[in-house]
């Protein structure tokens, strides 16, 4: 049976840390907007603060629907799924919004996470704040076995200069604006900050 808790305490915080992949939900507000969920992976990538706070790596290389929808209405879910051990789903409502290269937190954010995790198409940190923790049971969850990271992302980003990141994130459709028009990424891209 399910349950909801006033925050991510250690049971739930070291079961968010143990999966190898997480998910996120957004949406506009209007009513023939895209929903957009999204599959989240990359050892490292996502750090729990506190016990209502969270923050992943938002990196280049598909649209830009989960940070338009958070500038335009912040609503955000994240959920995780054990496809190993005990069956558990585990869901953070929230508030998100995404911290951009150019913001004055971004450093700081950025030194909270592994740095191997850390990559070159780097484009915007996403915080949550947790409004509703929950989990539930993941019976009809599968049961599969992580192997490890595909290492295609790192491997074709990490080859090229943030300017030529830069200019990859302003060719590519649904960056700057959603799939339904509203603002995303920021372009041009605000140059990293020096470390």
């Not at 943030?162 to 990859?168: L, M, N, S």
Request: charged letters at 25%.
């Amino acid at each position: 049976m399910g349950k909801t808790y006033e925050r991510i305490d250690g049971r739930l915080r070291a079961f968010i840390e143990r999966q190898p992949v997480f998910f996120t939900a957004t949406a506009p507000l209007a009513d023939d907007g895209h929903v957009n969920v999204s599959p989240k992976g990359r050892s490292g990538t996502l750090v729990v603060i506190d016990e209502l706070t969270l923050a992943y790596l938002d990196f280049g290389g598909s649209t830009a629907e989960t940070i338009a929808h958070l500038r335009e209405n912040g609503r955000i879910t994240l959920m995780w799924c054990a496809f190993t051990g005990p069956p558990t789903v585990v869901r953070v409502h929230g508030r998100g919004e995404a911290v951009f290269r150019d913001d004055p937190r971004f450093a700081g954010l950025v030194g909270r996470f592994d740095p191997a995790a850390d990559g070159s198409a780097l484009r915007a940190i996403v915080l949550v704040h947790a409004e509703r923790v929950s989990d539930s049971c993941g019976f009809a969850v599968p049961l599969m076995d992580y192997r490890e990271d595909r290492s295609l992302h790192a491997d074709y980003f990490d080859r090229k200069t943030d300017p030529e990141f830069a200019t990859y994130c302003e060719g590519k459709d649904h960056v700057g604006t959603s799939i339904d028009g509203m603002p995303a990424l920021p372009l041009p891209l605000p140059p990293r900050p020096a470390a």
